[in-house]
């Protein structure tokens, strides 16, 4: 068990018991540093016992957590391949998480979302709290926001709004449980996140999900959340949707508002060598593996792309003027 367990208890007591919004999506409070400041990591699509790099990616990872003095790490899903887990005691679990992400500073609080390949294994194993007595690092919910102070994070489970994996899921099993039936899941879900952003008093709002919204990569753009989704993003002023899903690094910018889509999806098996323009601005691609940094003050957010070396590759700087956000 990793050396966090009574922080980890604290915030999942919290995650229960702690509601001060009318929205239905459950509140996790993680406190910035004493200084006001927040700094974190992001790495998805990852869970390969180790191989395709995993195990290079994470102790790069351990290097730059430790550099950054991160508060905790976010997963943007894919966290188990090919097909989840099969229970609570999958060893999988240890194999491809508490195995392989040992350094030191990695043993903080892990945020994640479910991502389509956690979705074809047992999801509610993956949900568990017993999973939490192997590591008390992992904390896995469908969709929560993550109050950081400075910053809200809300997590949003994304693999629902996508058609083909409900009509056309070939010879993959994906577990509904809890989510069928999609229109009723995905209506309230939009309903709860809409709500949420609009009583957020935070300077910054990050948006975190599995797929897609914007990418030039294999996947490219996922239609049913640019049509569902991306709306709600904007006129609440949501600063970056994150994501993993491709198996890339990526930086775009929006034409038509402020927002600007980040993905950080190359934990494990990437190079993919697809590249398809798309509407919006390309400002970084990268078609390998890595990982992502954030930093944060209240009017200033500083991110960082890099790569299986830890070299870093592409920079974000965004600045907002103070206000009082009580």
């Given at each position: 068990?990793?050396?966090?367990?009574?922080?980890?208890?604290?915030?999942?007591?919290?995650?229960?018991?702690?509601?001060?919004?009318?929205?239905?999506?459950?509140?996790?409070?993680?406190p910035a540093k004493n200084d006001g400041s927040l700094s974190?990591?992001?790495?998805?699509?990852?869970?390969?016992?180790?191989?395709?790099?995993?195990?290079?990616?994470?102790?790069?990872?351990?290097?730059?957590?430790?550099?950054?003095?991160?508060?905790?790490?976010?997963?943007?899903?894919?966290?188990?391949?090919?097909?989840?887990?099969?229970?609570?005691?999958?060893?999988?679990?240890?194999?491809?998480?508490?195995?392989?992400?040992?350094?030191?500073?990695?043993?903080?609080?892990?945020?994640?979302?479910?991502?389509?390949?956690?979705?074809?294994?047992?999801?509610?194993?993956?949900?568990?709290?017993?999973?939490?007595?192997?590591?008390?690092?992992?904390?896995?919910?469908?969709?929560?926001?993550?109050?950081?102070?400075?910053?809200?994070?809300?997590?949003?489970?994304?693999?629902?709004?996508?058609?083909?994996?409900?009509?056309?899921?070939?010879?993959?099993?994906?577990?509904?449980?809890?989510?069928?039936?999609?229109?009723?899941?995905?209506?309230?879900?939009?309903?709860?996140?809409?709500?949420?952003?609009?009583?957020?008093?935070?300077?910054?709002?990050?948006?975190?999900?599995?797929?897609?919204?914007?990418s030039v990569s294999e996947h490219g753009d996922t239609e049913?959340?640019?049509?569902?989704?991306?709306?709600?993003?904007?006129?609440?002023?949501?600063?970056?949707?994150?994501?993993?899903?491709?198996?890339?690094?990526?930086?775009?910018?929006?034409?038509?508002?402020?927002?600007?889509?980040?993905?950080?999806?190359?934990?494990?098996?990437?190079?993919?060598?697809?590249?398809?323009?798309?509407?919006?601005?390309?400002?970084?691609?990268?078609?390998?593996?890595?990982?992502?940094?954030?930093?944060?003050?209240?009017?200033?957010?500083?991110?960082?792309?890099?790569?299986?070396?830890?070299?870093?590759?592409?920079?974000?700087?965004?600045?907002?003027?103070?206000?009082?956000?009580?």
């Amino acid at each position: 068990m990793a050396p966090t367990s009574r922080t980890a208890s604290l915030l999942l007591l919290l995650t229960f018991l702690f509601s001060s919004s009318s929205s239905e999506l459950q509140r996790i409070l993680h406190p910035a540093k004493n200084d006001g400041s927040l700094s974190l990591l992001v790495v998805g699509d990852w869970g390969r016992k180790g191989q395709f790099n995993q195990s290079q990616v994470a102790e790069k990872m351990g290097e730059i957590g430790e550099e950054l003095d991160i508060d905790f790490v976010i997963s943007t899903g894919d966290n188990f391949y090919e097909n989840g887990l099969t229970g609570v005691d999958d060893k999988a679990f240890e194999e491809s998480f508490t195995n392989i992400f040992t350094a030191k500073s990695l043993q903080k609080q892990w945020y994640s979302v479910l991502g389509n390949h956690d979705y074809r294994g047992d999801v509610l194993a993956q949900l568990s709290p017993v999973l939490q007595n192997i590591d008390s690092r992992w904390l896995c919910l469908r969709s929560f926001v993550l109050d950081a102070e400075i910053a809200d994070f809300f997590f949003v489970d994304t693999t629902p709004f996508v058609v083909k994996y409900w009509n056309e899921a070939e010879n993959h099993h994906y577990d509904w449980r809890e989510v069928s039936p999609r229109e009723e899941y995905i209506d309230n879900l939009l309903k709860d996140l809409d709500e949420a952003l609009k009583e957020s008093r935070a300077p910054w709002k990050f948006v975190v999900g599995h797929h897609t919204m914007r990418s030039v990569s294999e996947h490219g753009d996922t239609e049913e959340l640019l049509e569902n989704l991306l709306p709600i993003l904007k006129e609440n002023g949501v600063d970056l949707y994150i994501n993993g899903h491709d198996h890339c690094l990526e930086h775009i910018s929006s034409r038509d508002s402020s927002l600007h889509y980040l993905t950080s999806g190359g934990g494990s098996k990437a190079w993919r060598g697809t590249y398809t323009p798309n509407d919006d601005n390309l400002q970084f691609f990268y078609d390998g593996q890595g990982f992502m940094s954030m930093q944060m003050t209240e009017t200033s957010a500083n991110m960082v792309f890099y790569d299986v070396f830890g070299q870093a590759l592409h920079e974000l700087n965004l600045t907002k003027q103070f206000h009082s956000y009580l």
